[in-house]
């Protein structure tokens, strides 16, 4: 197996560990105890809520063919399974509206946009309406409710459906949010910006997602190699003013 064959199938693998985490995490939590006083119930949520944010990265991955570029098949595959456990997303309709982000980053025809209103939770809740559907809360409904004669109620609301939510805010904050609001630098044809550099919070905030200019500038690069990037986007920058 080459070098290129071995980093191809490197994505596929990372996105199926994300989800036999995700689902082992959840079967563990929907079991456990709840003590409201101790730190591990609140600690399991935010792990809990860590996955789900993982589903959607590799979802998000795999709609820029990044989770196994040989086999796009498979690879969309992966993104539908991922946006499905992530409170039942449909990837067909994720697919087109984040290109037509990608091409219009930060305009009136960007859907993750604002709508002229920069207010933190006026924009979320317009970004909410151009992807929450009616058939995903009828949906996540019905099952909470087959579930709730398996497993309790309050574990299932604690720990399947407060993490998500969680979840969608940190995407949003982290991959929105942040990296799209306010005024932006003359010649950012990309219209976005990053977290500054820190690997280790740019992880566990949002994979990575935070180093949004870079992800803009480099699509094609899956979520697990964007330090990389924004290693080198910074020792660039450096170069160039220390040389001015």
Not at 81 to 109: Q, V, W
Not at 140 to 146: C, D, G, K, P
């Amino acid at each position: 197996m080459t070098q290129n064959s071995q980093l191809s199938y490197k994505g596929v693998w990372i996105g199926l560990t994300i989800i036999v985490l995700w689902f082992a995490l959840l079967v563990f939590n929907i079991r456990y105890e709840v003590n409201y006083a101790s730190i591990w119930t609140y600690i399991l949520i935010l792990l809990q809520a860590h996955l789900y944010t993982g589903l959607f990265i590799t979802a998000h991955d795999a709609m820029h063919r990044t989770v196994l570029p040989q086999n796009l098949k498979v690879n969309h595959f992966v993104g539908k399974i991922c946006a499905f456990l992530f409170m039942f997303n449909d990837y067909s309709k994720l697919y087109p509206k984040h290109h037509e982000h990608h091409r219009h980053a930060g305009t009136e025809h960007d859907p993750d946009f604002h709508k002229g209103n920069e207010n933190f939770w006026v924009w979320f809740f317009n970004f909410a309406k151009e992807y929450v559907t009616l058939w995903q809360m009828i949906a996540a409904t019905i099952t909470l409710n087959v579930l709730r004669f398996v497993f309790p109620l309050e574990n299932l609301l604690l720990f399947w459906i407060v993490p998500s939510l969680l979840s969608t805010l940190q995407l949003f904050y982290f991959g929105t949010y942040l990296p799209h609001h306010g005024h932006h630098e003359e010649g950012n044809s990309h219209r976005a910006r990053s977290q500054k550099r820190n690997h280790l919070l740019a992880f566990f905030s949002c994979y990575f997602f935070g180093y949004h200019y870079e992800h803009h500038d480099s699509p094609w690069t899956p979520w697990w190699a964007l330090w990389k990037k924004k290693a080198a986007y910074d020792k660039t920058l450096d170069h160039i003013k220390v040389h001015k």
